[in-house]
C-alpha cells in the first residue's frame, strides 16, 4: 500500500506503479481466498487472518499520526481519544434496533432507537445494507472525530511541541473519562461495552447462491482508501506547506503558509482517519468499551511510528503489520513453558505467562536505542527504486524516495 | 555492531516463526513435575488428544484472579488427565492464552486459542473480556463454559456461551438483603471503578434491590488507576452511610481496606465474589475493619479436594506463587476445577471431541461439583439459588463462614 506515484514519470516508476497495483490485486485476491478458499480450521490461517485484520487498522492509524507527528511536525498525543470517539460513533450508529434493551441494559435502552445498516437493509437486502451501512457509519465516525478536534484545535494549536503533547494526552483522557459517565450512559452506555453491532463477520456478498465472506478484505479496502488519500494529501501542495512547517516554521510564514490554517487541516484530517480507525478497530473486536483507548494506546502507536521511521508511509504500514504479528502471534510461544523445535519439546522455565511482554519491551528497547531513525527512516519504499536498485543506477539520491524527493 | 544487532533480530523472529510453525506438536502447558513424569511416557499421537482451551487474564487488572482461576482447571487436569469417550481413552490438554484483562487484547486471544484446535473453551474471569470474545468463539463454532463471569450479558442473546457461576442480578440481591437483614443497614454507599463494568453491572443491580427492601444508596466512582481512597471514605461516613459496598477488582480492594482501618472506619465493607482473594484476606490481618463477601465456595465444603490441592499447589513453586504466596483455596479456583469436569462430562455426552457435538450437548450436562449442583437453564446460565457470605477474621488470616444467603423469592 502507499505506493502511489508521483508526477515525474520515468520509465522506472512507471514500471514501479505496475508492479505496485500488480502486489495490490494480488494482495487482494489472496485476502479474499484466506476469507474463502483456505481451511478456516487451520490454527495459523486463523491467526494470520486476525494479525492480518489488526494490522491493516493500525497501519491506518499509524499512517494518521505519522501525518501530524511525521509530517507536520506538530507532536500529539490524542489519537486514542479520537479513536475512541470513532469507535463509539461508529457502534452507535450500528446496533440493531431489537438489540438495543440488551446493550443499553441498564439505560431503559439507550436514546439512539435505530441503525443505520438496518435501515438500509431494508431497501438494500441484509448484506448490501451491512456493507453501506457499515461505510457510511465508519464516515460518521471519521466526521465526529474531526468535528472534535477542529473545536480542539482552536486552543490547543496554539501552543508548540511539549505543550502540544501534553493539551492533546490530557484531551484524551478527560474523553475516556466523559463517555465512562453515566449521565451520558443513554448514548455511550457508561461502563459498560457496546455490542452487537455490525461486524467484519456481518460484511459478505452472496453470489448466486453461494455467500462469499469479505471480512479481511473489508478493513484492508478502507485502509487502503484512506493511506492512499492521506499520500495524494501529502504529495500535494498541503503536503508541501506541512513539510516546511515541520522543517521550519519561521521560515514557512515568511514563504506564505497560513500556520494556522495548515496546522489545523493536518490535525483534523489525521483525526478522522484516526476515527476511521477507531471504527474499524470497533468492527475487529466485537465489543466497544473505553476502558481501554488509555495512553498506552496513543504510546503503542507512537511505537510503531517511531520504529517504522518518522515520516515514512510505508515505514509506518510495515511496522504496524510487524508489530502486531510479533506481540499478538509470533511472540506468544514465550508465554508456554518451552518451545517445540524439530519435534522435540524443550522446557525453558522462563517460558511463562508475562516473559513475551518482557521479552518484547527489550527487542523495542534495542529498537528504539540502535535504530533510532526506524526501519525506514524518512524514505519510502517504492518499486520503482527497487528497479532502479536492480539495474544498478544507484546514483540518484532520491532514489528510494519519491515523496521526499524535493 | 547494528549489523550484529539487526542479525539478532532477524534470527529472533525466525525462532518465532519456527516455534509457532509448529502448532500441532503437543506442547506441554504449565503442569506440575510429577503429572509431567507419568504422562511424558505415553506422548499421544496428536489424535488422541483433545485440547481444550482455557481463556483467562494472566496479567493486567484481573491477572491474580485469572491465575488462581487457571490453577483450579491445571489441578483438575493433574488428576483427571484423560477421558473416555465411546470407550477410547483420549488425553486432555489444556491450552492456556491471556487475554490480559484488557477488551482490545481479546480478540487476539481468543482467535491464538481457536488456532489450538479446542472442543470447548473455559473461561474468563471477567465479564467484559467474556463477552468481547464471545462472537470470536461464536463464529468459529466453539461452544464456551463461562467460570466466574457473572454478568447477565455474557449468555444472554448467544446460543454458544455458558455459565456455572451465580449472575450479578443474584448476587446483587443477595448482598442488599445481606445488608438489610444481617448488618440492619439503612444507607448504604456504593463505590465502584469508572468504566469498569464488574463493578457498574453490580453496583446497579444492588442498587434495585436495596432501594426495593427500603435502604437508601449513594453511589459514587473512582477513576482508573486512582489510589488515594480517603475523600470517598470520608464522603462516606459524613453522609451517614452504615455500610460501604466496593465490588472493585483486588488491586483497589486492598488500597480500600488500608485506607479504611488508617482513617479508623469501623463500618462494615461489603463486597462481591472478587473480594474473595487470599490477598484481600492479607490486607485485612490485624487491622479493625469488618470486610463481607459473597462467593461461590466456603471452606470447608469438600475436606479431600482442600486438602489434595492445598498439597499440589505447595508441591510447585510455580503454582505457589500463581495462587498469591500461599496455599489458601480461592473461591475461583474451586469454580475452575468444576468448570474442567463440566466440560469432560459435555465431551462425554457428545460422544466426540468436535466443537459442534459438545455445544449441542452442553445445555443437557449435569454435574454435582465441589461448589454444588450445576445445570443449565435456557440461557445457558447456572441454576444456582444460593451464595456464601464470608467474613475476613483479621486475626487468624482466614475466611470465617457467615451464613448461606439465597433470595427470598
Known amino acids: ?406 | 555492531m547494528k549489523k550484529i544487532l539487526a542479525l539478532l533480530l532477524a534470527g529472533l523472529m525466525v525462532f518465532a516463526l519456527a516455534a509457532c510453525g509448529t502448532p500441532a506438536e503437543p506442547a506441554e502447558t504449565e503442569e506440575t513435575e510429577t503429572t509431567e513424569a507419568t504422562e511424558a511416557t505415553e506422548t499421544a499421537a496428536s489424535g488422541d488428544t483433545i485440547v481444550i482451551g482455557v481463556y483467562e487474564p494472566l496479567s493486567g487488572d484481573n491477572g491474580a484472579g485469572g491465575k488462581q482461576e487457571t490453577l483450579g482447571m491445571q489441578y483438575a487436569n493433574s488428576i483427571t488427565p484423560t477421558v473416555d469417550i465411546n470407550g477410547t481413552t483420549y488425553n486432555v490438554k489444556l491450552e492456556v492464552a491471556d487475554n490480559e484483562s484488557s477488551n482490545d487484547k481479546a480478540v487476539s486471544a481468543a482467535s491464538t486459542l481457536i488456532a489450538k484446535g479446542p472442543s470447548v473453551i473455559l473461561g474468563s474471569y471477567g465479564s467484559g473480556v467474556s463477552i468481547a470474545a464471545s462472537d470470536t468463539f461464536g463464529a468459529a463454532g466453539i461452544p464456551a463454559i463461562g467460570v466466574t463471569c457473572t454478568n447477565p450479558q455474557v449468555t444472554d442473546g448467544n446460543s454458544h456461551y455458558f455459565r456455572i457461576c451465580f449472575l450479578d442480578p443474584f448476587q446483587g440481591t443477595v448482598l442488599a438483603n445481606f445488608a438489610k437483614d444481617e448488618l440492619g443497614a439503612s444507607t448504604v454507599y456504593c463505590l465502584g471503578q469508572l468504566g469498569n463494568d464488574y463493578d457498574q453491572g453490580l453496583i446497579n443491580y444492588f442498587k434495585q434491590a436495596a432501594e426495593g427492601l427500603g435502604m437508601t444508596v449513594i453511589t459514587d466512582s473512582f477513576p482508573e488507576g486512582n489510589s488515594d481512597f480517603n475523600s470517598y471514605l470520608s464522603n462516606a461516613k459524613n453522609q451517614g452511610a452504615e455500610v460501604i459496598f466496593a465490588p472493585t477488582s483486588i488491586s483497589y480492594a486492598q488500597m480500600i481496606v488500608d485506607q479504611a482501618a488508617a482513617q479508623g472506619i469501623t463500618m462494615p465493607l461489603l463486597a462481591g465474589d472478587t473480594w474473595d482473594s487470599n490477598v484481600v484476606l492479607a490486607a485485612t490481618q490485624g487491622k479493625d475493619v469488618t470486610v463481607y463477601v459473597t462467593t461461590f465456595y466456603a471452606e470447608g465444603g469438600d475436606v479431600d479436594f482442600e486438602n489434595g490441592f492445598k498439597d499440589w499447589i505447595n508441591g510447585d513453586s510455580t503454582n505457589l506463587a500463581n495462587n498469591g504466596g500461599d496455599d489458601m483455596i480461592a473461591a475461583v479456583s474451586v469454580m475452575g476445577y468444576d468448570a474442567y469436569y463440566v466440560a469432560l462430562e459435555a465431551l462425554k455426552a457428545a460422544g466426540s471431541a468436535d466443537p459442534a457435538d459438545v455445544l449441542a450437548a452442553l445445555p443437557g450436562v449435569t454435574y454435582t461439583g465441589v461448589s454444588g449442583e450445576i445445570a443449565f437453564n435456557d440461557i445457558g446460565d447456572a441454576i444456582r439459588d444460593t451464595a456464601f457470605v464470608k467474613q475476613a477474621n483479621t486475626s487468624d488470616n482466614v475466611w470465617d463462614f457467615v451464613k448461606v444467603q439465597s433470595v427470598a423469592e
Open chain 1, 1 to 406: 500500500m502507499g505506493k502511489k506515484l508521483t508526477a515525474r514519470k520515468a520509465p522506472e516508476q512507471k514500471i514501479g506503479s505496475l508492479v505496485a497495483i500488480l502486489c495490490i490485486i494480488a494482495l487482494y485476491i489472496f485476502l479474499f481466498c484466506l476469507d474463502n478458499v483456505l481451511p478456516a480450521s487451520n490454527g495459523n490461517v486463523q491467526m494470520l487472518i486476525t494479525v492480518l485484520k489488526k494490522g491493516a487498522i493500525y497501519a491506518l492509524v499509524c499512517v494518521s499520526m505519522n501525518l501530524l507527528n511525521g509530517f507536520t511536525g506538530l507532536f500529539s498525543l490524542g489519537q486514542a481519544g479520537f479513536m475512541l470517539i470513532g469507535a463509539y460513533a461508529y457502534a452507535i450508529f450500528a446496533i440493531p434496533a431489537d438489540q438495543h434493551s440488551a446493550v443499553y441494559q441498564y439505560f431503559d435502552g439507550g436514546a439512539i432507537q435505530f441503525s443505520i445498516p438496518e435501515v438500509l437493509g431494508n431497501v438494500l437486502g441484509k448484506n448490501g445494507g451491512a456493507f453501506l451501512g457499515a461505510l457510511i457509519c465508519i464516515i460518521i465516525a471519521g466526521c465526529v472525530a474531526a468535528i472534535f478536534a477542529a473545536l480542539i484545535g482552536i486552543p490547543v494549536l496554539r501552543l508548540k511541541s511539549d505543550y502540544l503533547a501534553i493539551a492533546t494526552l490530557g484531551f484524551a483522557e478527560i474523553i475516556r473519562a466523559v463517555f465512562q459517565w453515566n449521565g451520558l450512559g443513554k448514548i455511550t452506555n457508561g461502563s459498560n461495552l457496546l455490542r452487537k453491532y455490525t461486524n467484519f463477520n456481518d460484511i459478505q456478498i452472496q453470489v448466486g447462491g453461494t455467500i462469499f465472506k469479505l471480512g479481511t478484505i473489508f478493513p484492508f479496502f478502507i485502509a487502503t482508501l484512506s493511506i492512499l488519500i492521506i499520500v495524494l494529501l501529502v504529495t500535494s501542495s498541503y503536503g508541501r506547506a506541512f513539510k516546511s512547517i515541520r522543517d521550519d516554521e519561521v521560515a514557512a510564514e515568511a514563504m506564505g503558509v497560513n500556520l494556522f490554517k495548515h496546522k489545523m487541516l493536518s490535525f483534523v484530517i489525521s483525526s478522522f482517519f484516526a476515527g476511521v480507525g477507531g471504527a474499524l478497530l470497533a468492527m475487529f473486536q466485537t465489543t466497544v468499551q473505553a476502558a481501554p483507548f488509555r495512553s498506552s494506546m496513543t504510546y503503542e502507536i507512537l511505537l510503531m511510528v517511531v520504529i517504522g521511521g518518522i515520516g515514512s508511509i510505508t515505514g509506518s504500514v510495515i511496522a504496524s503489520f510487524l508489530y502486531i504479528s510479533a506481540s499478538e502471534w509470533w511472540l506468544r510461544f514465550l508465554d508456554s513453558g518451552g518451545v517445540t523445535l524439530f519435534h522435540t519439546h524443550f522446557n525453558i522455565p522462563f517460558f511463562r505467562d508475562g516473559f513475551r511482554k518482557v521479552v518484547f519491551s527489550v527487542v523495542i528497547m534495542v529498537i528504539v536505542l540502535f535504530f533510532s531513525r526506524g526501519i525506514m527512516g524518512d524514505k519510502e519504499l517504492s518499486f520503482a527504486g527497487m528497479i532502479r536498485r536492480l539495474r544498478g543506477k544507484k546514483a540518484v539520491p532520491a532514489a528510494e524516495g519519491e515523496e521526499d524527493a524535493q
